[in-house]
């Protein structure tokens, strides 16, 4: 079994930044890559961003490019997505999930993962 924990999320203005934390216990080995998803009131659970486990190939929404990046640090088995120039726009709960598959790239169905931890608020006021 494997478990994921997220952290680091809290209250902002627009413009502000934050660090979000993903820690993996368990059967980590398991996970190749990770996949940062995020679900406002009223919306579906939508992709933010993803990285494997190398941390060489990774992958962004649209909306989030230029703003969050996402990294790992495999030997603490956590991964991060720093998030910069937030926006009201971006207020949701924010989830880190861990997919098994071995694939070149993470990917962005929800449909897709295995894992999920139990999310952290990210609110950011205009």
């Known amino acids: 079994q494997v478990q994921l924990v997220e952290s680091g999320g809290g209250l902002v203005q627009a413009g502000g930044s934050l660090r979000l934390s993903c820690a993996a216990s368990?059967?980590?080995?398991?996970?190749?890559?990770i996949g940062w998803f995020r679900q406002a009131p009223g919306k579906e659970r939508e992709f933010v961003a993803g990285?494997?486990?190398?941390?060489?190939?990774?992958n962004y929404a649209d909306s989030v490019k230029g703003r969050l990046t996402i990294s790992r640090d495999n030997a603490k088995n956590t991964v991060y997505l720093q998030m910069n120039s937030l926006r009201p726009e971006d207020t949701a709960v924010y989830y880190c999930?861990?997919?098994?598959?071995?694939?070149?790239?993470?990917?962005?169905?929800?449909?897709?993962?295995?894992?999920w931890g139990q999310g952290t608020q990210v609110t950011v006021s205009s």
């Open positions: 999930a861990g997919d098994r598959s071995r694939l070149i790239s993470s990917r962005s169905s929800i449909y897709d993962y295995d894992y």
């Open positions: 990285i494997t486990y190398s941390g060489l190939a990774t």
């Open positions: 368990g059967r980590t080995f398991t996970i190749y890559s």
